[in-house]
């Protein structure tokens, strides 16, 4: 499980970091909102705690723009005991849960995990674009009635595309996700598989859901 700490205060960055670490899990730290939500937009982590008053772009700004990227991560908000409305605002923005400064670390991880179930729940069922679905638990898949025979790469690639719906993923991270390596120039690999998986899922349908974004790599789409 890995963690982004979104966080300008040095002091409580380090706390958190250090002691979500003892908890054994894998912790980066962003020290303004700008970094956060660049790195919240990778898509490599299970939750983001997120400080509402931060350099560069405010907290309020980064959670409405990576939701509005279609990124689902379950957010911890950070706020200031006696703001309501920032409390308000934020759970409006798409946060999942907040903490008023100051706070008990063992009442942050009791939210931690709690989010990190949630989400853990909310993975385990059916993604759907349109008409593909997909059973995480089974690794079926299907478009329309037709059931659509998949390897385990396939799947992967699926399902990292299906989480990441609209937004174009390049050959980069495709490979690193799915593959766990860098990306060497003289492998066309990704291109293969996407290829594959593409006549699965397009062929003979006439809308199209997986299209090829010259130069860069390739998103799938549900519009
Ligand atoms: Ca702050």
Do not use: C
Request: without cysteine.
């Amino acid at each position: 499980m890995k963690i982004l700490v979104v966080e300008d205060e040095k002091k409580v960055a380090k706390f958190l970091k250090q002691g979500l670490e003892e908890e054994r899990y894998a912790v980066d730290v962003a020290s303004d909102g700008l970094q956060g939500e660049t790195l919240a937009l990778s898509g490599e982590y299970d939750l983001i705690i997120l400080d509402i008053f931060l350099p560069k772009k405010d907290g309020i700004v980064v959670l409405k723009g990576i939701r509005s990227k279609q990124l689902k991560t379950p957010v911890l908000m950070l706020t200031a005991k006696s703001a309501v409305e920032d409390r308000v605002e934020g759970l409006d923005s798409g946060a999942d849960d907040y903490l008023s400064k100051p706070f008990a670390f063992a009442e942050l991880v009791a939210r931690v995990r709690s989010l990190l179930r949630r989400g853990a729940a909310e993975k385990s069922t059916i993604l759907k674009i349109l008409d593909l679905q997909l059973d995480t638990v089974t690794h079926k898949a299907k478009r329309a009635d037709k059931a659509i025979e998949l390897t385990g790469k396939e799947y992967a690639l699926l399902e990292y595309l299906m989480r990441n719906v609209n937004r174009v993923l390049t050959r980069t991270i495709l490979s690193e996700h799915i593959w766990n390596y860098n990306f060497d120039t003289g492998t066309n690999v990704v291109d293969v598989y996407v290829n594959h998986l593409r006549s699965k899922i397009d062929d003979g349908f006439e809308k199209k859901l997986l299209f090829t974004v010259r130069g860069i790599g390739y998103v799938l789409k549900d519009e």
